[in-house]
């Protein structure tokens, strides 16, 4: 299939990743939406609640939730269970701190809405470098009669 | 980044890999924020308790220490997950436990103060105006940008413990005045008499707002606020909204006039918030039939005048049969209040004070809410009342006497 042109970042940070993108219409925050022995996001009517984080690029309008984070990036890279990327609309320092500090790849800032292009279970790559985010392939049952 | 002859050294290993490795860590997110330079930091305070840290973080600090590591400027930790004194009675996890004692140990060894206790703006280091340091949990950073005037990011753990090693921080974000100037006004024509209610406001400014930096700008206070109060306003604020700074017109320091606090600039909303307002947040929690037998003073730690006017509320009370009352400070302000009578008048009704500890991060919580048969939470702090939310209890939040009314009554008096 024909890519569609990739989508800008605005900051980045961290190696180039590929994986199945999960896209929330909510914000995230490590300690208060995600069972961090799972990797399942867990708290009761989150957006993506049921759905598990791990190897996922986790692409999500903004950072919720405070200071711990730092130390739960680390924690769930260490469990195995981390998204590769973290692609945010908006971020705050932690989300940052903690993402560097645990070898996460994450950005902050899109030049168009993700959410027209990418859906969850698409394939997308992040590269922090180009500071861009691109459709590789669609996901296949939905990409079906398309 | 523009780096000094010292930072250099540093990010070769001339004062050791730890070193090297926080300075390295502060690069990147340095360069992720566009920052120029760093800027020294004369105060750290850190997070670092084994609930939020888990076995990775700690085999992390435990290398750290061992290389011989030192903070470079006084570094203090935020509360944490056990008070030593009360593992038996609330269940908690020996080896868990055992973990935090190590944790602590480890420290201590890297010089850092083991504190404990999230209200080190009112008991341990207050900054002055323009003063950089690297704090965290939020509440501090909050007070310490909008009170003091002080400047701070959000400093996650291990960002605070490498603040603390290389002794800076990369400029950005509120350490830049760009960012400290208002974006928004609130207009405050509500009463406003009790913690609970500046929390609520808190809760309707930083809930409809969240942005880091979005810095509101209040206007219309009907006396000059407390500092307990400017403090359930600034954790609520930062809980709700993911917000580091505000500014009040004539009472904080960056904002002597409403055209100071937003920098020459238009404020991009006006809003409101009236004794209806409030209202609605107080109505919008219920039982859900279920019994309210927990009542809880935490998030941040009780002051010593927070202790006294708790002593005064519970005094020849006595907490409901079967329902429990938790209240968190420090080791500090127990001790003064322990000196004062305070504590005997908190402890005689059956409340249980916990020292250097958060109800919200205590270690064991999931599974002391199941044994304990506990579903509703009830508290004067609007953050407590957000972000306990994730143990899946159902809070309520209440003013203060109200609490205490409730915690030796079981009933809402509403």
């Known amino acids: ?146 | 980044m523009r780096l000094s002859a010292e930072e250099k050294a540093m990010l070769r290993g001339d004062r050791g890999r730890a070193v090297q490795e926080a300075l390295q860590l502060q690069l990147e997110v340095g360069k992720f924020f566009g920052a120029k330079r760093f800027v020294q930091v004369s105060n750290v305070h850190m997070m670092g308790d084994i609930e939020v840290m888990g076995d990775a973080g700690k085999s992390f600090l435990e290398r750290a220490a061992q290389s011989g590591a030192k903070c470079a400027k006084p570094t203090t930790t935020n509360a944490r997950c056990v008070d030593f004194a009360h593992v038996e009675r609330l269940k908690q996890d020996k080896n868990e436990v055992r973990k935090e004692q190590e944790l602590i140990a480890c420290l201590r060894r890297m010089d850092v103060i083991t504190a404990d206790t999230c209200i080190n703006y009112q008991t341990i280091y207050q900054p002055h105006l323009g003063e950089h340091v690297a704090w965290g949990d939020t509440g501090t950073v909050i007070y310490a940008n909008s009170v003091y005037g002080a400047r701070s990011n959000f400093e996650a753990g291990p960002a605070a413990l490498a603040a603390g090693l290389t002794g800076r921080v990369a400029e950005y974000g509120f350490h830049l005045d760009e960012h400290r100037r208002g974006t928004f006004q609130v207009n405050l024509k509500a009463d406003l008499d009790d913690l609970a209610d500046w929390g609520a406001v808190g809760r309707i400014v930083g809930a409809s707002h969240q942005d880091y930096f979005a810095v509101p700008v209040f206007t219309g206070m009907k006396r000059s606020p407390t500092a307990d109060e400017l403090k359930q306003l600034g954790a609520a604020l930062a809980s709700y909204g993911s917000m580091g700074m505000f500014h009040m017109v004539g009472v904080t320091p960056e904002a002597p006039t409403l055209k100071a606090a937003f920098g020459g600039r238009k404020p991009k909303e006006v809003m409101t918030v009236s004794n209806r307002d409030l209202e609605k947040v107080y109505a919008s929690y219920d039982t859900q039939g279920n019994p309210l037998n927990l009542v809880v003073f935490s998030g941040p730690q009780q002051s010593l005048l927070e202790m006294k006017q708790l002593a005064a509320l519970l005094n020849g009370r006595k907490v409901a049969k079967g329902s429990q009352l938790f209240i968190t400070t420090s080791n500090g302000v127990k001790s003064a209040a322990k000196e004062l009578g305070y504590l005997k008048a908190i402890e005689d009704s059956g409340a249980v004070v916990l020292e250097g500890v958060c109800f919200y991060i205590l270690q064991n919580l999931p599974q002391m809410r199941v044994r304990e048969g506990w579903s509703n939470l009830v508290t004067n702090s609007a953050k407590l009342a957000n972000i306990i939310g994730a143990h899946k209890f159902n809070t309520i939040l209440r003013r203060t006497a109200e609490c205490v009314d409730i915690a030796c009554s079981g009933r809402d008096v509403r």
């Open chain 1, 1 to 146: 299939m024909k890519t569609a042109k990739p989508i800008r970042l605005k900051r980045a940070f961290g190696p180039v990743v590929e994986g199945e993108a999960l896209v929330s219409t909510e914000g995230f925050s490590p300690r208060y939406d995600l069972d961090r022995w799972s990797g399942l996001i867990s708290r009761p009517g989150h957006a993506l609640e049921g759905h598990n984080i791990k190897d996922k690029i986790l692409i999500t309008p903004s950072a919720k939730g405070g200071i711990a984070a730092g130390w739960a990036f680390y924690d769930i890279r260490a469990k195995g269970i981390a998204p590769r990327a973290f692609v945010f609309g908006v971020t705050n320092p932690v989300m940052v701190q903690g993402a560097v500090f645990a070898g996460i790849t994450i950005t902050e800032g899109w030049s168009a809405s993700p959410y027209d292009m990418i859906r969850t279970g698409d394939m997308v790559r992040v590269d922090p470098a180009k500071k861009t985010l691109t459709l590789i392939s669609r996901h296949k049952a939905r990409g079906k009669g398309k």
